[in-house]
């Protein structure tokens, strides 16, 4: 059968059964939900792949964040054209981004975000949508030009604190910011090494993850301090010392956080438990951090 005539509810009913048991019995309300949105969207004449892909501009607002959601679970790549088409609209534009993020291929994403990403970088205004799109959508790029937008956000002391978080925790995942030898790698650093020193929580968070990932060497524990990324210490230290605000999501302290960066900065490698593990059971958390503008 032709992919573009594959049904949605016998694609969905295979999705629900990949997943493990426990998994199944978490999402058993979701997939409830779904499947019932999937009948629906049946009745109404979009049935298949192909209903999907033609019908999604033209989709109620619930239906269509339904189909772009099916899009990404169901790995539809011949969706991503009319994905594109979607940037356009505001509402929808940041998780259309993410979505085709995990595309492949993905040439012509890139092309769409870093031209409106460029253009709002240069106005006086920017369309924050246009450049939280670029952000999610351009994360696992992998290209030079990619990477040089992310750290242009993550720079930029004009633009909110989230937005620029979220491009620090980007960069983390691009290869390219281990090459020393390369600008993008020094403008991560310099960035990170300011950033531990905003009032921002989120900037401050991103930036101790970013130094945490620049100072990682293969996951090796080492016995030799990171002379380049040592600047950052005593910042960090103080950090690990004072601020028991928890880190943006709520997953744990700022001052966990520090202790990791500091650590792969010393020894090269996290602590073991790294942060996540240390804190998930502990009932001491602090206050939630309030978000940044």
Sequence with gaps: MPESAEKLTVLHREFVLSRDDESRRNCQDMDRKHARQIRRLAQKGVATVGDLIVALPDLP?????????????????????????????????????????????????????????????????PDRSWLDAAVQGLANSESAEAADMLVTIYERTDLPGRLRGDAADKLGCVSLVHDRRRRLYRRCRDGAMRGIFEDDIEVQFWSMYLLMILAKRNGRETHFIDRDLAPALPRLKQIAAEDHRLAPGYWWPMSAEAEDAISCIEHGCQLQPDAADRWIHNTERGEPASRGT
């Design 61 to 125: 607002a619930s239906s269509q964040d339904l189909g772009i959601w099916l899009i990404f679970v169901l790995k539809i790549p011949r969706a991503a054209s009319a994905l594109r088409k979607l940037l356009l609209n505001p509402r929808v534009r940041v998780q259309v981004a993410w979505t085709l993020d995990f595309m492949r291929p993905r040439p012509n994403t890139d092309r769409i975000l870093l031209k409106h990403g460029r253009r709002e970088l240069d106005s006086a205004q």
